[in-house]
């Protein structure tokens, strides 16, 4: 393909995919509570990577640039048919059911004939210049962890996990992770673009979890972003301290 056909090619995917995800956020009747505030380096650190994972086709978040970003999606969960082990057993054997596919695709190493492992890859194909290419670190029945390969636009990793407690079900996204340049850090941090898409395709895996368990949602979907500065040109990234947004339930 030539340049300037490449060129439109991504701009074509990236405007498409803004105006679909943009469209669905508007229209998103689910209570969202966000809040957003400076972090610290005990809290806020990233677990480790098995080393088995590790190799130089890895990006983690201290080759990334600017701030690292500590977000956390999380939902609670009435009246589930699945329990927490077979919830995350989804996830990981069919990934792609959980994310936006009209703006996104997911090509994986396994089949859904089995469960994933340390090493398997898979590629998140987006809207825009960066697809997702990112590398099982870690899993067990009720955890996977991901790590993000060269190419990704972010550099880190994302923690999928279940948990049943008492009567709920609980499902979360946990992820830490910098700008994988300072192109991608004006989008994500200054002009917040990539920041919203990505909180639209977290929130939407979220309430896809929500939908597979069989069970009903409870008090929406909560969203905690903390940040902290590790670069010389970070700026803070945060709007107002703490921001919130509701809207009425489906």
């Known amino acids: 393909m030539s340049r300037p056909r490449r060129v439109l090619t991504v701009v074509g995917r990236w405007l498409l995919g803004t105006v679909v995800v943009t469209w669905r956020y508007l229209w998103e009747t689910t209570p969202l509570h966000r809040g957003e505030c400076q972090g610290n380096e005990i809290r806020d650190r990233p677990p480790p990577i098995a080393p088995e994972a590790l190799d130089d086709r890895v990006q983690r978040d201290s080759d990334g640039y600017g ?78 962890c991901l790590i993000t390969l060269h ?58 979890a929500v939908e597979t368990s069989g069970g009903r949602l409870v008090d929406g979907v909560h969203i905690s972003t903390r940040w902290l500065d590790r670069g010389d040109d970070a700026v803070d990234p945060a709007a107002p301290a703490v921001a919130s947004a509701a809207g009425r339930r489906r």
């Open 67 to 144: 701030c690292l970003f500590h977000r956390r999606f999380h939902v609670r969960i009435a009246g589930a048919e699945l329990d927490a082990t077979r919830l995350m057993s989804r996830v990981a054997r069919d990934f792609k059911h959980f994310v936006p596919t009209e703006v996104v695709d997911v090509h994986a190493d396994n089949t859904r004939s089995r469960a994933p492992a340390v090493g398997d890859e898979l590629l998140v194909e987006m809207p825009g210049p960066w697809n997702g290419p990112v590398r099982v670190a870690w899993c067990d029945d009720t955890t996977l």
């Open 151 to 208: 190419g990704h636009l972010e550099a880190g990793q994302v923690v999928f996990r279940a948990r049943d407690e008492g009567d709920l079900l609980v499902f979360e996204i946990e992820l830490w992770a910098r700008p994988c340049s300072r192109l991608v850090d004006v989008l994500y941090a200054r002009l917040r673009l990539a920041k919203e898409v990505q909180l639209n395709m977290w929130v939407r895996f979220c309430l896809a």
